[in-house]
């Protein structure tokens, strides 16, 4: 288990590699140059052109700017923001590094057992009309787009019933519509996701034995049931997690929360390369990170499977 | 990690005491909070160049003169003014008595600093260094060659005398944001994110990137108010949440965008709270005669600017919150001459035009593209179909990224382009001398016309007030006069003020300081 873990990680520097090459590549890519946006209206003036070059170190060639970057990198320099006058990368996305990584989480923890639940209810009740409606439901979930809902929700919880302020961050009130907003989708997701699973699970044999047995019914499901439904449910928290990663982009930049997210969309907009590639690799290494921690769950959940251990 | 620990020092401390020394005495205290879309690129007077910084450091610096809410020209740290016999200088008695937030007595030394700090190329000085290119001895600084700008001289503390290499009438209006020259030596480099060196009626308190920059008020101010005890500046990337915002009472008063100018105006309780100013924008049709020989033939010209509709624009791309451009100088900038009337739509008399240049019906016409940038998309789609509908022009839509089109454009390589150019001084001849005058880097269309260069020459040398603006009428009317552009609109601003917030002034140049505002 140990040498698994320690394998993973090691792992996760080519994936590194491969991320900080992507989004360098991809930034080289994109129309526009951080120097002319810079300069603006004054773009044509050389002599100001070369001097931020220099200043920002665009005069060397391709390969020794990437090349720099990653040394800087490795000893935690992320180099100047473009955008911000003569403040380094570091300072920027410092004061708003948790607060993606936490509303995605939060959602998730809400998201996956109240997912379970409907999910594991429509199938118990298949084709009743406690199924129909739940499916309606989550059909609805899945399809209305976060910038409608957000629209929706901020009508009827703060102009309608005045609970909640319209944007903003820093209390639990203004958190509870960006999460919510997160939550939906998830959660109808992976209601469905449960749905399927169980209803494969309710055929199968041991399900048949349990209830053989004379077990009650409910230790049935959520005992032996349930239980089998978890791993690959786990199986797809990493796919889920992007999405919530990538839905905060949207939420944080409705309502003003200063996180990786909202910062990464002004830096995009911006050129402001040095940013974006930081956000990008600190997203990088959150996803593989949880990837790692759903790896390790599967053996606890599921004896059956031993992680790295070939003899056994 | 010196400049981190700083910063994070900075917010763990003076950012939450200021907060919840504000929220606890919320019950008296009176913050004025408003939006800014983004965070400002910086928040220091120096590297200042981008409008929302000039939002939040308009409220903390201060120049020579300010404008009223008519935007007529003040005087501010300068009392008063006198230009030198030769027409080459000024010498400027600064008023005595202001104290910056340092606490120091603001003086002429104040003055000298600030310009050489804007020169000095190791601190990527911003707009306002380009105001100061006249200067004698500025070219020495920048190049690198010494810190002292020879053409500033301190004669006393209240007075400083600057010398131009050529004349340079609107010195005294250029929009400086004077600073106290202790700042540096006060906190060190970086002093912009803990102290704030202005004299202006609000004083810099925090920036907590991504969600507010907080300004207390100046007790000491030396002009009218501040009537408020601060100005929150509340980072709000969408304008649709700024106005959800303003209706929550999350937000005292909101710059509205473009894109939520719509609904505020169809929205009659939003409509009611609003107020409205033309902004000091022109906007034109760029057509450059180099790259596009059609161009060449006057009647060319005036066919393509009477092909359009400007008043069917306002209504459906616009909302009706424009109107109009005729010359290239909007109202209320000085120098605009109310007598100049908008361009006709008429594509009959297009039609025979353009058949007169020989070109009947478009035939003959090279193809050509008219390109702007992704914001302005509806704009080029307009002209593109009148011009083909009308014209027979063979018209193409292309949109560029910002930066590469300003850049092309700049190097006079686009054709045919819509653009626009905001005042930075309340003066005419910004516009004039900038777009039209034909050394100028920001002539983007390559227009060029003797004449109109020769009265903008002798504008710069004509301290008199209305014989300059007398100069702008006659320039214009050259410009005008023989379709080097076509004017298209003026777009107004539009703003949400709450029924009890008194004060706030909007004017061509965006909010004026909230030193005027009460809170009732």
Not at chain 2, 130 to 144: E, F, K, P, S
């Amino acid at each position: 288990m140990l040498r698994y873990g320690v394998g993973r990680l090691l792992g996760l520097i080519p994936v590194l590699l491969a991320a900080v090459i992507l989004t360098f590549l991809a930034n080289q890519a994109v129309p526009g140059d951080p120097i002319t946006g810079l300069l603006s209206d004054q773009s044509g003036d050389a002599a100001l052109e070369a001097r931020l070059r220099a200043a920002y170190g665009l005069d060397r060639p391709l390969w020794q700017q990437f090349v720099d970057y990653i040394l800087g990198v490795l000893q935690g320099d992320f180099g100047l923001s473009f955008r911000f006058a003569q403040m380094p990368v570091i300072d920027i996305i410092g004061e708003g590094l948790l607060i993606s990584p936490v509303l995605a989480l939060s959602a998730l923890a809400i998201a996956f057992p109240l997912g379970m639940l409907l999910g594991t209810i429509a199938a118990i009740r298949q084709n009743s009309w406690v199924d129909t409606s739940i499916i309606l439901v989550l059909v609805a979930g899945i399809s209305v787009p976060n910038f409608a809902l957000a629209s929706f929700l901020v009508y009827i919880f703060a102009f309608q019933l005045d609970w909640v302020p319209v944007a903003g961050w820093g209390s639990f009130s203004q958190a509870v519509i960006p999460i919510t907003l997160l939550v939906v989708p998830t959660s109808a997701y992976i209601a469905r996701l449960n749905r399927t699973y169980m209803l494969e699970v309710l055929r199968t044999d041991y399900i048949r034995t349990a209830r053989a047995k004379g077990l009650r019914e409910k230790i049935v499901i959520w005992r032996h049931a349930v239980r089998n439904t978890l791993v690959p449910l786990l199986t797809t928290v990493g796919i889920i997690l992007g999405g919530l990663l990538s839905g905060t982009f949207v939420v944080e930049t409705i309502f003003n929360i200063p996180g990786l997210g909202s910062l990464a969309i002004q830096a995009i907009f911006a050129r402001d390369y040095p940013v974006t590639m930081a956000i990008v690799l600190l997203f990088t290494v959150f996803y593989a990170g949880i990837n790692l921690i759903v790896d390790l769950l599967y053996s606890a959940i599921d004896p059956r499977i031993r992680l790295g251990d070939r003899t056994a | 990690m010196k400049i981190s620990n700083r910063i994070s020092g900075l917010k763990a401390g003076s950012a939450l005491v200021t907060v919840l020394v504000l929220a606890a005495s919320a019950a008296q205290a009176q913050t004025l909070r408003t939006n800014i879309n983004a965070d400002p690129a910086m928040v220091d007077p120096i590297t200042y160049s981008e409008l929302i910084a000039g939002d939040v450091i308009g409220n903390i610096y201060e120049g020579f003169t300010a404008i009223n809410e008519a935007g007529d020209v003040i005087p501010a740290l300068a009392e008063s003014w006198d230009a030198h016999d030769d027409n080459l200088g000024f010498t400027f008695h600064l008023r005595p008595g202001v104290t910056t937030h340092l606490g120091n007595e603001f003086t002429a030394d104040d003055v000298k600093y600030t310009f050489e700090a804007l020169l000095n190329p190791e601190n990527q000085g911003g707009l306002n260094a380009r105001y100061l290119a006249t200067v004698v001895g500025a070219q020495a600084i920048t190049d690198g060659d010494t810190t002292d700008l020879e053409g500033v001289r301190v004669i006393d503390d209240y007075t400083v005398e600057v010398r131009f290499n050529e004349p340079d009438v609107l010195f005294p209006i250029y929009p400086f944001y004077f600073m106290d020259d202790d700042a540096v030596e006060t906190a060190g480099d970086e002093w912009y994110l803990e102290i704030s060196a202005g004299t202006g009626p609000f004083v810099f308190e925090t920036w907590d990137r991504g969600q507010r920059v907080l300004l207390s008020a100046n007790t000491d101010y030396w002009g009218e108010g501040p009537y408020i005890d601060a100005v929150e500046f509340v980072i709000v990337p969408s304008g649709d949440t700024a106005v959800s915002m303003f209706e929550a009472c999350e937000l005292d008063v909101v710059y509205a965008d473009a894109a939520s100018i719509r609904r505020i105006l169809q929205t009659p309780e939003l409509a009611e709270q609003s107020i409205q100013a033309p902004a000091a924008q022109i906007r034109y049709l760029g057509m450059n005669q180099n790259l596009y020989e059609p161009f060449q033939d006057e009647r060319v010209r005036e066919a393509v600017c009477i092909a359009f509709d400007r008043q069917a624009m306002i209504d459906g791309l616009y909302e009706g919150a424009a109107f109009p451009l005729a010359g290239q100088v909007t109202p209320g900038v000085a120098g605009f001459n109310a007598n100049l009337e908008p361009m006709p739509y008429d594509p009959d008399r297009a039609q025979a035009l353009l058949a007169e240049a020989g070109y009947p019906g478009g035939e003959g016409l090279p193809p050509i593209n008219i390109t702007s940038t992704e914001p302005n998309r509806n704009d080029i789609l307009y002209f593109a179909s009148q011009l083909q509908q009308v014209l027979g022009m063979p018209v193409e839509v292309e949109i560029v990224e910002r930066g590469s089109h300003i850049r092309n454009m700049n190097a006079g390589e686009v054709a045919f382009f819509p653009w626009g150019w905001s005042a930075g001084y309340p003066d005419g001849l910004y516009f004039l001398s900038q777009v039209w005058y034909g050394p100028s880097p920001y002539n983007r269309s390559r227009w060029q016309n003797d004449q109109f260069d020769a009265l903008i020459d002798q504008a710069r040398a004509t301290a008199d007030n209305e014989a300059r603006y007398a100069l702008y009428n006659q320039a214009e009317e050259i410009l005008i006069g023989e379709y080097g552009t076509c004017p298209t609109t003026v777009r107004m601003q539009v703003a949400l003020v709450k029924p009890e917030v008194e004060g706030v002034r909007l004017t061509p140049f965006r909010f004026l300081p909230f030193n005027t505002v009460r809170m009732n």
